[in-house]
């Protein structure tokens, strides 16, 4: 199960890293919706001469549909097209269009939009009208009287064009003569002008928040901006606290350095004695690292390891440094048992020399006394002999005792003697 959480996160760091930036800047998309708006509208009218004809602003009403292109952050261009209906007011009765006539066009404006932040914008640009229907109220105006297609200039401001919703009015000047009659000299010059005022709402299209390290987690809500990041760590990278290459989602020892292959962990030490792992030939048995990682060795077996063992190709013992117990003279009673360890001995004399041709058996008194006999004396000089050549160290005990012969309270006092 790690194996494949470690390919799955190896997976995942190369699908999300290995890739090249989808680098977002902050832009809105083509948006597009429909208007509703109210005109004050009538005719402003040039060349009249002595006629003096005037038109009051009469409201009337728009709606349609607009779609906006984004050149820039701060640039659109934006067509409209719009069902438009002008109503125009005089008091007069001899102008161009009566009291209350009313007029229908197709409005095409072509917006130039330039936007100071996200809550206000002008807007400028031309627009042509197409006369759609006239209703004059009875006046007899026909719509042939009127010219077809006419231009006008705008400009404007809108109120949060970037929301839903948006608020917008302009200012309209027309640049044509609408009078179309047989004479139209006569009775001077008919421009539209119109006030707009309306609401326009979004049906689609958004604004795109900036994306600066293409990890798709907005500059807004990304603590790493130069970064790919992951949205669980605030645009950044998964952390690696200890800088071992090691991410701290594999990290099995985040607060510490280690390596890919120990799951991010340092070589381990499993007998602590200060040689990894890797390095110690004795892991599960603390030494020494000159000794790569093994306790001092003993070569002999006999418990005194070769630093200390003076001889550590022989067992010995700790007495004599791991040496054997020596044997001086050579005799092969090792000096620990060997009572005469500078000269060599037999056993029977626990290491000694051996009495030559000495017999206990010949060492005897003259009946009855305590006296030795001459074949004693002779055996008893072999001993004397002996003594002068072993070390003083060696004691040498003599008993002697009688016979049976007699009695017994007389042959204690001879033993005595």
């Known amino acids: 199960m790690r194996k494949i959480l470690l390919l799955s996160e190896v997976l995942f760091s190369f699908a999300l890293f290995g890739q090249t930036p989808n680098i977002v800047r902050d832009h809105y998309t083509v948006s597009a919706g429909v208007l509703g708006a109210v005109n004050y509208s009538k005719f402003h009218v040039t060349d009249q001469g002595a006629a003096d004809i005037k038109y009051d602003f009469k409201p009337g009403w728009s709606a349609g549909i607009w779609i906006n292109f984004p050149l820039a952050n701060s640039f659109s261009l934006e067509p409209q097209l719009l069902y438009s209906s002008y109503q125009y007011k005089t008091d007069n009765t001899t102008p161009l269009l009566l009291n209350d006539g009313t007029i ?10 330039f936007h100071l932040g996200s809550k206000v914008a002008l807007k400028i640009g031309p627009q042509v009208d197409f006369v759609s229907k006239l209703d004059d109220n009875g006046n007899h105006s026909k719509k042939e009287d009127f010219t077809e297609t006419s231009f006008s200039g705008f400009a404007g401001i809108e109120l949060f064009p970037h929301d839903r919703f948006t608020l917008f009015g302009r200012y309209i000047h027309g640049f044509t003569n609408m009078d179309n009659t047989d004479n139209p000299s006569a009775k ?197 002999a002996f003594m002068k050549k072993v070390p003083p160290a060696i004691k040498i005990r003599l008993a002697g005792h009688t016979d049976s012969t007699g009695k017994a309270e007389t042959n204690d006092a001879l033993s005595q003697a």
């Open 188 to 384: 001077g010059k008919f421009y539209n002008e119109n006030i707009q005022a309306g609401l326009k709402i979004r049906l689609f299209g958004k604004h795109i928040p900036p994306d600066s390290d293409g990890d798709g987690i907005i500059d807004s809500k990304d603590k790493c901006l130069m970064q790919m990041g992951l949205e669980r760590y605030q645009g950044c990278p998964i952390p690696d606290s200890d800088n071992d290459g090691v991410n701290d989602e594999v990290d099995k020892c985040p607060k510490e350095k280690g390596f890919e292959r120990y799951q991010g962990c340092p070589i381990p030490d499993r007998d602590n004695d200060a040689v990894n792992d890797e390095e110690d030939k004795c892991p599960d048995v603390a030494g020494l690292a000159k000794y790569q990682g093994c306790p001092i060795p003993d070569s002999d077996g006999d418990s005194v390891n070769d630093e200390q063992d003076k001889c550590p190709n022989q067992a010995g013992s700790t007495k004599y440094q791991g040496c054997p117990v020596p044997d001086t003279d050579g005799d092969g009673i090792n000096d620990d048992e060997d009572r005469c360890p500078q000269e060599a001995g037999v056993p029977e004399m626990k290491g000694c020399p051996k009495i030559e041709s000495f017999q206990a058996s010949h060492v005897t008194f003259a009946s009855g006394k305590s006296v030795l006999t001459k074949q004693g004396q002779r055996e008893l000089d072999i001993v004397v």
């Open 104 to 113: 229908d066009y197709i409005t095409v404006p072509l917006l130039f939009k």
